[in-house]
């Protein structure tokens, strides 16, 4: 991709769409920085507003992840004949290296990071990004020839890409989420699917063989697919029981994991067939997954507090998220709901709920959709704030019991991000520790 001289737009100037602006003035592009905040500068660069006007005399125009690819806008752009791409498209030219693609749904995260420390373990260089913090503009600086660049991809980064391909790719899931971006389950499906669509013959396509639409994705690449399971016996890994076996071989018993739950298990194998394919031993990866803590936010145990447990699964912005959060655990729930609102559908926390939770604790803005439709399933306790529902989890709960943040919605009515939530969270939970010791 030649930018030296070339007049590019970028829109969004989150963290991907900052990145984007610095690896383009690198490369020699004339840069404008668009977004519909007001804001002051970034590299340098006056931040314009996101007005038909700034993208008249574009050569390219590249989007932060944040921002909707189907604007009116960028609409116009394209009758134009403007390429329109993505913060990973741009940067895919420039890294060097091989790539791990990882999308799903749920799980993306911990798979990422397990996959980067499995092959750190196991002395294969590589580094670690994409939509788990690093963008992948901000990666090209570090990458080199000899190495994997492991990448986290969401649906907003796969949506735009063209070119993009990762030799070895998995997706973990694939279930409702982002409705009020992507408009269609089928819109999200097709975003995800875009992974395989790009890779190659030689290439590697690691796919859930209990999920029906990744099982979809099989027929949409032309890589050579390995499958995983925690139901049945498939040519790559499967759950045995208590065990995770791989080419007929066992792995490692799920008791040796710091992992907790079925999800995190098929998360261990998809991680498992990726680190082998980029050149782990099956011994390596044995002892580097034993060796796995949870990534922050992901089902992570806070602190006991008399007994009772306090886990912060903020992560948990999907209803499918919150379903696996709640599987991980026996019963004796206190479940913290509510958020902002993706859309989604909460009749389906219905069972779940009764037969685990000793009461939803609402928040946030949803929090009057999600009491409507999960119903009677179980107690439900109107508390408004994150700090509400702690309190009255704290007062409520005993010894046995399990308090659970796994909201099943966005953060951004009450929080900039899930972080924050997952912080705000532990810092209350701590706070209550002070109080009883």
């Not at 690198?26 to 507003?49: L, S």
């Not at 959060?325 to 902002?340: N, Q, S, T």
């Not at 109107?382 to 919605?409: H, K, M, N, Y």
Request: hydrophobic share 45%.
């Amino acid at each position: 991709m030649v930018l030296n001289g070339r007049k590019v737009v970028v829109v969004g100037m989150a963290r991907s769409g900052v990145a984007a602006v610095r690896l383009l003035l690198a490369k020699g592009a004339h840069v404008r920085a668009v977004d519909e905040k007001p804001m002051g500068e970034v590299q340098g660069i006056t931040v314009e507003p996101q007005t038909e006007a700034a993208f008249r005399d574009a050569d390219l125009i590249v989007l932060s992840p944040g921002v909707p690819a189907d604007l009116d806008v960028l609409a116009t752009a394209r009758e134009r004949g403007i390429p329109v791409i993505g913060e990973l498209e741009l940067a895919a030219p420039f890294l060097e290296g091989q790539n791990i693609g990882i999308t799903g749904t749920n799980g993306k995260t911990t798979t990422t990071a397990l996959t980067g420390h499995i092959l750190h373990e196991s002395g294969i260089a590589c580094q670690v990004g994409g939509n788990i913090g690093t963008p992948p503009a901000s990666m090209v600086e570090t990458s080199r020839p000899d190495q994997w660049n492991v990448l986290e991809l969401s649906s907003f980064q796969l949506e735009t890409i063209r070119t993009f391909r990762a030799p070895i790719a998995a997706c973990l899931n694939v279930t409702q989420n982002h409705l009020d971006r992507h408009h269609t389950f089928e819109n999200y499906k097709n975003a995800k699917a875009r992974l395989f669509e790009t890779q190659c013959a030689d290439d590697y396509a690691v796919l859930n063989a209990d999920d029906p639409v990744t099982v979809e994705f099989a027929r949409r690449t032309s890589a050579t697919v390995a499958w995983f399971s925690s139901t049945h016996p498939v040519a790559g890994a499967w759950l045995d029981g208590d065990t995770i076996r791989m080419e007929d071989t066992e792995l490692l018993s799920v008791r040796e994991l710091r992992l907790r739950g079925r999800h995190n298990y098929e998360n261990v194998m998809a991680a498992a067939l990726m680190a082998k394919r980029a050149g782990a031993q099956l011994s390596q990866i044995t002892r580097a997954a034993a060796t796995f803590a949870p990534v922050e936010h992901r089902l992570e145990l806070v602190q006991e507090i008399d007994g009772v447990a306090y886990y912060n699964d903020s992560k948990a912005t999907s209803v499918d998220a919150t379903l696996k959060a709640m599987d991980a655990f026996p019963g004796g729930l206190w479940i913290i709901l509510g958020g902002k609102d993706k859309d989604s559908d909460y009749t389906v926390l219905r069972s779940p709920l009764r037969a685990k939770a000793k009461a939803a604790l609402l928040i946030g803005s949803a929090a009057k959709k999600i009491a409507s439709q999960i119903g009677d399933a179980t107690l439900v306790v109107q508390c408004g704030t994150l700090a509400a529902a702690v309190q009255q989890a704290s007062r409520v709960a005993s010894p046995g019991d399990t308090v659970l943040l796994a909201p099943a919605c966005a953060s951004f009515d009450q929080f900039e991000n899930f972080e924050q939530r997952g912080r705000v969270f532990k810092e209350l939970v701590r706070a209550l520790a002070e109080g009883a010791g």
